[in-house]
Every structure is written in structure tokens, then in C-alpha cells.
């Protein structure tokens, strides 16, 4: 008996059954690599509203800044003291947005400031281009990611900020 050269029916099945899997295993890695990036992307901005926040509280100078700008393809975190940038670094990749939510409105962030009281941390002024003195008309006060469930928490009684 002559075989044809194909590939018989439980080859091919074989086959679509391997790839399946493999491409189950892919969805699921780049779903917790997106998670992974996610979690940095909100732990640098703790780490930028932290450090400010410290800065501003036991730096002799009283006006200590924190800026969050967006140029070109990332979100830079940048510290300022007396009007002079301190301390500049990278903070979210170009693959997020972010986001400031108020009581009212929802507003896409490309430049936010942010300035604390010296005597206990708490938020002095917030503004945002869209948007001059946020703390006037707001209680709740958040920051999210594109593609995030998240949010970052801004207390502004008291200056922390935290991830719900």
C-alpha cells in the first residue's frame, strides 16, 4: 500500500493542540508582565511623592516641589528646591498614561505639581494643565494608570499617598 505524502488527520490535530497550549502560555506570561510593569509604575510613584514629601519636611529650604511631567515618551518625576531641579529621573515607560481623577472631571496628566506644607506634609497646592489649583474644589484626589484597576490614593489632609 502507497502512502500519500501528506500529514494524516491525528498529525494535524496534534499539532493545533500543541499550539494552543503555547499560545495559552504566552497570553498568560504577558498578562503578568503587564501586571509586573503595572506595580513598578505605581511604586515609583509612591516612591516620587515619598521622597518629596521627606524633602520638603526636613529640607531647610521651604519651597521643595515635586513635578511630574511627561516628555516625549516617559513620565519624569522631577524634585525642585528654591526653583532649582534637585534630583530628575524616569518614572513611568511610554506605554502608560496617566491619569489624575478629581470629584468632578478626569483629566489626562502632562505636567502636575505638586508642593507640601513644611510643618506636616500634607498637600499645599496641586495643579495640573488642565486644571490650576486642584485641593480648592476636590476631597477625593487619585492618579491611575492606563489599563489599570488601580488607583493611587492622594490624601490630602495629610500627604500620603497609597495604592487601593
Not at 519636611?57 to 531641579?85: C, F, H, Q, T, W
Not at 484626589?141 to 490614593?153: A, D, F, V
Not at 490630602?156 to 487601593?164: H, L, M, Q
Request: with cysteine; net charge negative.
Amino acid at each position: 500500500m502507497k502512502r500519500d505524502n501528506g500529514f494524516s488527520l491525528v498529525e494535524v490535530i496534534i499539532v493545533v493542540v500543541i499550539l494552543g497550549i503555547l499560545a495559552t502560555g504566552v497570553g498568560i506570561g504577558f498578562s503578568a508582565f503587564n501586571k509586573n510593569n503595572v506595580k513598578a509604575g505605581y511604586d515609583s510613584l509612591l516612591g516620587a511623592f515619598d521622597y518629596a514629601r521627606y524633602e520638603s519636611m526636613s529640607s531647610p529650604e521651604d519651597a521643595v516641589s515635586l513635578n511630574i511631567v511627561r516628555l516625549s515618551d516617559k513620565y519624569y518625576a522631577r524634585i525642585y528646591k528654591s526653583g532649582v531641579i534637585d534630583k530628575e529621573y524616569p518614572i513611568i515607560s511610554s506605554k502608560f498614561i496617566l491619569y489624575l481623577h478629581t470629584d468632578s472631571a478626569t483629566s489626562e496628566i502632562e505636567d502636575l505639581v505638586v508642593t507640601f506644607h513644611k510643618s506636616n506634609g500634607s498637600f499645599k497646592t496641586i495643579t495640573c494643565t488642565a486644571v490650576s489649583d486642584i485641593l480648592e474644589d476636590t476631597s477625593t484626589l487619585s492618579l491611575s494608570l492606563s489599563s489599570s484597576e488601580s488607583k493611587l490614593i492622594l490624601a490630602v489632609e495629610t500627604g500620603r499617598v497609597a495604592v487601593e
